[in-house]
């Protein structure tokens, strides 16, 4: 089991910028793929950006695409989520995830693929 912490949440206005930093701890000797994902107001969760173990392959929902960018440091065991341009649709508690695997080359997509979660920070984008 991996434990994570969320942080670099908070208010910004519209064209601001935020970098939410995800830290592990506990099996972090294991691979695993991670991701954050984002739950607005009245909204189901939905994923933002993953990133496999070995960090070269990466997804993002189309409404983040060239907006925000997903990393890691696998040796600091950290993640972050670099978020420019950001709009009040942005709002949301974000939280990162980790899902155990054994390839290198993998992300996932599914709440139901991740196994650990953070508690979540809040960003919010005012108009």
């Known amino acids: 089991q991996v434990q994570l912490i969320e942080s670099g949440g908070g208010l910004v206005q519209t064209g601001g910028s935020l970098r939410l930093s995800c830290a592990a701890s506990g099996r972090t000797s294991s691979k695993y793929a991670m991701a954050w994902f984002r739950q607005g107001p009245g909204k189901e969760r939905e994923i933002v950006a993953a990133?496999?173990?070995?960090?070269?392959?990466?997804y993002y929902t189309n409404s983040v695409k060239g907006r925000f960018t997903i990393s890691r440091d696998n040796a600091k065991n950290m993640m972050w989520l670099q978020m420019n341009s950001l709009e009040p649709e942005d709002t949301a508690i974000y939280s990162c995830a980790a899902h155990s695997t054994l390839v290198n080359w993998a992300y996932y997509l599914s709440t139901a693929d991740y196994g650990d979660w953070g508690q979540g920070t809040q960003v919010t984008v005012s108009s």
């Open positions: 990133i496999s173990w070995s960090g070269a392959n990466t």
